[in-house]
């Protein structure tokens, strides 16, 4: 689990309980993937962060909670999900967040940024009844390499691009990436369990960067018990994703 919730309390907690969370009604809820991706940040002095696909807020919250003096704009389309991640930035008394409504091919963003992240819909064909999910995971009107070549394109010279995804989409993500001139990339891998492969990959990317690729053992995410390994467990309670990599 990696939230937990108090007797009478609207909200889950995530990072152990430093960061409280409202989440949609109908059970759509933050997975792991936010908390990695938002744990791939990491910056010790004042810079600007974009979020795209902010939802409720967890990845900007964790990054956040990581480097206090972040300054963030998140890009958001859905309504529902904008009233709830206003709602959370109150409950935890966030500063330096502001929310756009908009999306890749509609929005009001023209600023660049240190930090780009993302946490893009995954999947392509299957739809759920839910409206709210469908939006959160299912690939519409703007596929995976239009939503990397926006990401690219808002990163400032020598700034940062963070995804999380699905290591059978690393192809195309990398052939952005080669494409809008951004080196010094370094691939994540995320396994269930060990001696699986991995489900999950983040890659992290500097633009303009000479610095060749890395790719990094994967990180076993779950216990044989489905308890979370100590290294996952250390970043789901706030450490940083790369000091867990080799």
């Excluded at 206090?68 to 890009?75: F, R």
């Excluded at 059978?168 to 010094?184: Q, T």
């Excluded at 990094?216 to 706030?238: C, R």
Aim: hydrophobic share 40%; charged share 25%.
């Amino acid at each position: 689990m990696i939230f937990s919730r108090q007797k009478k309390e609207d909200y889950d907690y995530i990072l152990g309980s430093k960061i409280k969370m409202m989440q949609p009604k109908d059970k759509y809820c933050i997975s792991i993937d936010a908390v990695f991706l938002g744990a791939a940040v990491k910056e010790n002095k004042s810079a600007t962060l974009l979020d795209i696909g902010f939802g409720t807020g967890a990845v900007s919250f964790v990054a956040l909670n990581n480097n206090p003096k972040l300054k963030i704009t998140g890009l958001e389309i859905q309504d529902e999900m904008i009233a709830l991640a206003k709602q959370n930035i109150k409950l935890n008394q966030f500063k330096g967040i502001k929310i756009v409504k908009g999306d890749l091919k509609h929005n009001p963003i023209k600023e660049d940024f240190d930090y780009v992240v993302t946490n893009p819909p995954y999947f392509v064909g299957t739809k759920s009844p839910n409206h709210i999910k469908n939006l959160a995971h299912q690939e519409f009107n703007t596929s995976l390499k239009e939503w990397c070549e926006f990401c690219c394109k808002r990163v400032k010279n020598h700034g940062t691009f963070i995804i999380v995804h699905m290591p059978e989409r690393l192809a195309e993500i990398l052939a952005v990436l080669v494409e809008k001139k951004m080196g010094k990339i370094e691939v994540f891998p995320l396994a269930s369990f060990e001696g699986e492969k991995a489900n999950r990959i983040i890659v992290r990317a500097v633009k303009g960067s000479k610095t060749p690729t890395t790719l990094y053992s994967p990180l076993v995410v779950h216990q044989k018990t489905k308890k979370y390994t100590a290294e996952a467990g250390k970043i789901l309670t706030g450490s940083f994703l790369e000091d867990f990599f080799s």
